[in-house]
């Protein structure tokens, strides 16, 4: 079957740094994508990993491991406005998204 | 430009009414598709079109259906609303077939609640 696990929810401090894990299941891969989504609002695009590695991009930087099935994105320098929910969604072979129920990030000062 | 467009915005519907969620997209994108999201869950796909003419079945197709009839409009039919329909409802729109990323793109939703 297909399966996304990412933590429910995570507290970080402003200014620190926070890595936020999802493991996956799915029939086939062909990339992940990371989204972020603010309350009451759509989820936006943060990154997409095709290859093994590390891929940055300004404060958030995301890694994929495909033989792991894990990636974890990565942010830094956190600003109140990253409170948000950080969705992890790995491309199957037919090129549909499978959705985490996403990872609830908390900045405190 | 707009990008993707969605009405309403929110909805409280009678249960057993008929309703049509609207999306348009001008970003001229071939793939278009329809989520719902509910708490605790992630997002799920209804139905889903990768070009227009045709469309697929989702994860939760149950109780809707769509349309294509053109590249822009992609509008979610409830036939006869139930409660358990209560939800987010987000559309989505991604270039596909073409090279690089086919990252989708998210209209900002419609909350609708069937009572």
């Known amino acids: 079957g297909q399966n996304i696990d990412q933590p429910t929810e995570m507290t970080a401090t402003e200014g620190a740094i926070v890595q936020i894990n999802c493991t996956y299941q799915t029939s086939g891969f062909n990339g992940l994508f990371w989204y972020q989504q603010h309350a009451g609002e759509a989820p936006t695009f943060l990154s997409y990993n095709v290859l093994d590695g590390l891929e940055e991009k300004g404060r958030f930087s995301s890694f994929l491991s495909r033989s792991k099935g894990y990636s974890y994105l990565l942010l830094k320098e956190l600003q109140m406005k990253d409170s948000a929910s950080y969705l992890c969604?790995?491309?199957?072979?037919?090129?549909?998204?499978?959705w985490g129920a996403g990872t609830k990030l908390i900045i405190k000062p | 430009i707009a990008g993707i467009t969605q009405a309403p915005t929110s909805q409280i519907l009678a249960a057993g009414r008929r309703m049509t969620l609207r999306c348009t997209q001008d970003?001229?994108?071939?793939?278009m598709y329809w989520y719902r999201q509910d708490l605790g869950l992630g997002l799920r796909l209804i139905h889903y079109?990768?070009?227009?003419?045709?469309?697929g079945k989702g994860e939760v197709p149950d109780g809707y259906s769509v349309s294509r009839a053109n590249t822009d409009d992609f509008p979610l039919t409830l036939a006869s609303a139930v409660p358990s329909q209560t939800s987010v409802y987000f559309c989505a729109s991604s270039a596909r077939g073409g090279t690089g990323t086919d990252t989708q793109y998210f209209g900002p939703g419609t909350r609708l609640t069937v009572l």
């Open positions: 970003m001229r994108h071939n793939a």
């Open positions: 079109s990768n070009t227009a003419g045709t469309t």
């Open positions: 969604a790995p491309e199957d072979s037919n090129y549909q998204l499978i």
